[in-house]
């Protein structure tokens, strides 16, 4: 594999740990399966590409696209904890719903962002290759999100989200208003999901309305990498993992990818990573969510 | 001082599953005492209980503590005033979480959580002395994951963490009733070290005669969702289980047969 090809995925790989770490929040810290991720990637992509064409300022767009995101995990959270909804349907309903709006706040399927300017357009003219700079910067907004994600799980307000999802009936009687932890963890989970559409989209130069196909399954995917490569209980050493496990994963595609051998093409992604995921469910030994959550729902 | 009046509980009202769990409960607990509740199964202690968390809706009746009309607000918003120890060990604590997360937990019961660190160096030690209290060896061990530790050992944790924060009244849901003869002899001896120490009010709901006469200042017994027998002082140290037992069976009108009391 060339040098180019592995820092593509190591790029896109940290862009989806920001996809891991939002699925971490609500499958495991939050014990909520949410595919509300397949539609609020898309919805980050379209509202800063959307933004940015317009003239407004890319950090910006990237706030408000967050914003989006975050937005669209309360509708989930709201028809769960309001009316009952089925967690897995209303992320559904959501993530449908979603698909429309996309395509109305771009008037249009995708959008190119080629010529403007993006977050990452100041550090282009550093010297460094672009191919460069992107990993560079990814990675160092990664470490970012990491640690202010950590500090906020490690804290008084954090661990209330955690027992939460860990114990709701504990939770309520310590005091812990469960729904407004649910409409917190779900906004930060979907506007970390935003955020990775909106570096995607920055990064690669477009945003497109079904590029959030998948993103769930590839969220676990190295959700699931992460734990297993790091059997830790240490909450900063989980959240790495998430990244660690997000970016391995691509770079292993991309190892398969460029493995004539095996006869892959770029179109068998989502066929690969789904194969993947049912191999990790079923597997004896290995933790992982969606485990969890079946066995959670038989007792 | 906890006041419950005309406390009425009705489940599935108007539908051919309707229960009765409460049919009309005035109840005071002055300041200090420590009253155990027993009654079969549907008497309606559990739902007494829930009554006080605010887990269980009144269908009509007031619930006072310290003057403060609670009757409206729900669990989370009591549970300043209200602490709560489970029947089931693994129901009163988090295993996925470590020793000293679950005590940083029932620390900030009824507080506001912000955004400062759970764990601080002084609240671990604290959480360490508190700990060697118990005697179990758990001082050393507050970073281990609360599913490791034994149904006896979480129930004593459990106890622990309810007097970690303030409370007007802690509430005992047959919390011994899960654990082995032995593990809940330890269990209710600190259960008595804490209410006496730390002066708490507490309402101790069990299946046992033998704890309701030996644990507590107050016998109250609870027959088809009403209180039928009040006892204390001087009257109820007079008490033994053999005088229990009839007295159960004069208001059930009948004798105790396959019910699941305990004699012992």
């Not at chain 2, 001082?1 to 509980?9: A, F, G, N, Q, R």
């Given at each position: 594999?060339?040098?180019?090809?592995?820092?593509?995925?190591?790029?896109?790989?940290?862009?989806?740990?920001?996809?891991?770490?939002?699925?971490?929040?609500?499958?495991?810290?939050?014990?909520?399966?949410?595919?509300?991720?397949?539609?609020?990637?898309?919805?980050?992509?379209?509202?800063?590409?959307?933004?940015?064409?317009?003239?407004?300022?890319?950090?910006?767009?990237?706030?408000?696209?967050?914003?989006?995101?975050?937005?669209?995990?309360?509708?989930?959270?709201?028809?769960?904890?309001?009316?009952?909804?089925?967690?897995?349907?209303?992320?559904?309903?959501?993530?449908?719903?979603?698909?429309?709006?996309?395509?109305?706040?771009?008037?249009?399927?995708?959008?190119?962002?080629?010529?403007?300017?993006?977050?990452?357009?100041?550090?282009?003219?550093?010297?460094?290759?672009?191919?460069?700079?992107?990993?560079?910067?990814?990675?160092?907004?990664?470490?970012?999100?990491?640690?202010?994600?950590?500090?906020?799980?490690?804290?008084?307000?954090?661990?209330?989200?955690?027992?939460?999802?860990?114990?709701?009936?504990?939770?309520?009687?310590?005091?812990?208003?469960?729904?407004?932890?649910?409409?917190?963890?779900?906004?930060?989970?979907?506007?970390?999901?935003?955020?990775?559409?909106?570096?995607?989209?920055?990064?690669?130069?477009?945003?497109?309305?079904?590029?959030?196909?998948?993103?769930?399954?590839?969220?676990?995917?190295?959700?699931?990498?992460?734990?297993?490569?790091?059997?830790?209980?240490?909450?900063?050493?989980?959240?790495?993992?998430?990244?660690?496990?997000?970016?391995?994963?691509?770079?292993?595609?991309?190892?398969?990818?460029?493995?004539?051998?095996?006869?892959?093409?770029?179109?068998?992604?989502?066929?690969?990573?789904?194969?993947?995921?049912?191999?990790?469910?079923?597997?004896?030994?290995?933790?992982?969510?969606?485990?969890?959550?079946?066995?959670?729902?038989?007792? | 001082?906890?006041?419950?009046?005309?406390?009425?509980?009705t489940f599935n009202a108007g539908t051919p599953l309707e229960t009765k769990a409460?049919?009309?409960?005035?109840?005071?607990?002055?300041?200090?005492?420590?009253?155990?509740?027993?009654?079969?199964?549907?008497?309606?202690?559990?739902?007494?209980?829930?009554?006080?968390?605010?887990?269980?809706?009144?269908?009509?009746?007031?619930?006072?503590?310290?003057?403060?009309?609670?009757?409206?607000?729900?669990?989370?918003?009591?549970?300043?005033?209200?602490?709560?120890?489970?029947?089931?060990?693994?129901?009163?604590?988090?295993?996925?979480?470590?020793?000293?997360?679950?005590?940083?937990?029932?620390?900030?019961?009824?507080?506001?959580?912000?955004?400062?660190?759970?764990?601080?160096?002084?609240?671990?030690?604290?959480?360490?002395?508190?700990?060697?209290?118990?005697?179990?060896?758990?001082?050393?061990?507050?970073?281990?994951?609360?599913?490791?530790?034994?149904?006896?050992?979480?129930?004593?944790?459990?106890?622990?963490?309810?007097?970690?924060?303030?409370?007007?009244?802690?509430?005992?849901?047959?919390?011994?009733?899960?654990?082995?003869?032995?593990?809940?002899?330890?269990?209710?001896?600190?259960?008595?070290?804490?209410?006496?120490?730390?002066?708490?009010?507490?309402?101790?709901?069990?299946?046992?005669?033998?704890?309701?006469?030996?644990?507590?200042?107050?016998?109250?017994?609870?027959?088809?969702?009403?209180?039928?027998?009040?006892?204390?002082?001087?009257?109820?140290?007079?008490?033994?289980?053999?005088?229990?037992?009839?007295?159960?069976?004069?208001?059930?009108?009948?004798?105790?047969?396959?019910?699941?009391?305990?004699?012992?």
């Open positions: 594999m060339s040098t180019f090809a592995l820092l593509g995925a190591i790029e896109i790989g940290l862009v989806f740990s920001l996809v891991a770490l939002g699925v971490f929040l609500s499958f495991r810290v939050l014990n909520f399966p949410d595919l509300t991720v397949d539609g609020s990637f898309p919805l980050g992509a379209a509202v800063a590409a959307t933004l940015i064409v317009s003239g407004v300022n890319p950090w910006l767009a990237t706030l408000i696209a967050m914003a989006a995101g975050a937005a669209a995990g309360l509708v989930t959270a709201f028809l769960n904890v309001r009316f009952n909804i089925l967690h897995l349907l209303a992320s559904i309903l959501t993530m449908i719903a979603l698909y429309s709006i996309n395509l109305r706040i771009m008037g249009r399927p995708n959008v190119a962002l080629l010529q403007q300017e993006t977050v990452l357009t100041p550090f282009y003219g550093l010297g460094l290759a672009q191919a460069e700079v992107k990993p560079i910067f990814l990675g160092v907004l990664l470490i970012l999100v990491v640690l202010i994600l950590w500090r906020f799980l490690v804290s008084d307000f954090g661990l209330a989200m955690r027992a939460t999802g860990a114990n709701p009936r504990m939770a309520r009687a310590q005091g812990i208003a469960t729904s407004g932890q649910i409409y917190s963890g779900m906004a930060l989970s979907n506007a970390l999901v935003a955020l990775a559409g909106a570096m995607f989209a920055q990064t690669n130069g477009f945003a497109d309305v079904t590029s959030g196909v998948g993103t769930i399954v590839v969220g676990l995917a190295a959700v699931i990498l992460g734990e297993t490569l790091f059997r830790s209980r240490a909450m900063l050493i989980v959240l790495a993992a998430c990244v660690i496990g997000s970016i391995l994963y691509r770079v292993a595609l991309a190892l398969a990818l460029n493995t004539p051998a095996l006869g892959l093409q770029a179109s068998d992604l989502q066929l690969v990573t789904a194969i993947l995921v049912i191999l990790a469910l079923v597997l004896p030994g290995v933790r992982n969510p969606i485990k969890a959550l079946i066995r959670g729902g038989k007792q | 001082m906890i006041s419950l009046s005309d406390i009425h509980v409460i049919r009309g409960i005035d109840l005071s607990i002055p300041a200090g005492q420590f009253v155990a509740v027993i009654g079969s199964n549907g008497a309606g202690k559990s739902t007494l209980l829930n009554v006080l968390t605010g887990d269980a809706p009144l269908t009509r009746g007031r619930v006072v503590i310290d003057e403060t009309d609670v009757s409206t607000w729900p669990a989370p918003r009591r549970a300043g005033m209200v602490a709560r120890v489970f029947q089931d060990p693994m129901a009163g604590t988090c295993e996925g979480l470590s020793i000293e997360e679950n005590m940083a937990l029932a620390a900030a019961r009824g507080g506001r959580r912000g955004l400062g660190a759970a764990l601080t160096h002084d609240r671990r030690g604290t959480f360490r002395e508190r700990l060697a209290e118990l005697g179990l060896g758990l001082e050393d061990r507050l970073g281990d994951r609360m599913g490791q530790l034994s149904g006896g050992q979480r129930q004593a944790v459990s106890l622990l963490m309810a007097t970690l924060a303030d409370m007007r009244i802690l509430l005992l849901d047959e919390h011994t009733a899960a654990l082995d003869p032995r593990i809940a002899s330890f269990v209710l001896e600190l259960t008595r070290r804490f209410v006496e120490s730390f002066h708490l009010t507490a309402l101790m709901v069990t299946h046992s005669m033998r704890q309701a006469l030996d644990y507590g200042d107050r016998t109250v017994m609870l027959h088809e969702g009403k209180i039928v027998f009040d006892v204390s002082g001087d009257e109820r140290s007079k008490l033994d289980v053999p005088h229990l037992v009839e007295l159960f069976s004069k208001v059930r009108g009948e004798t105790l047969d396959d019910d699941a009391l305990l004699l012992g």
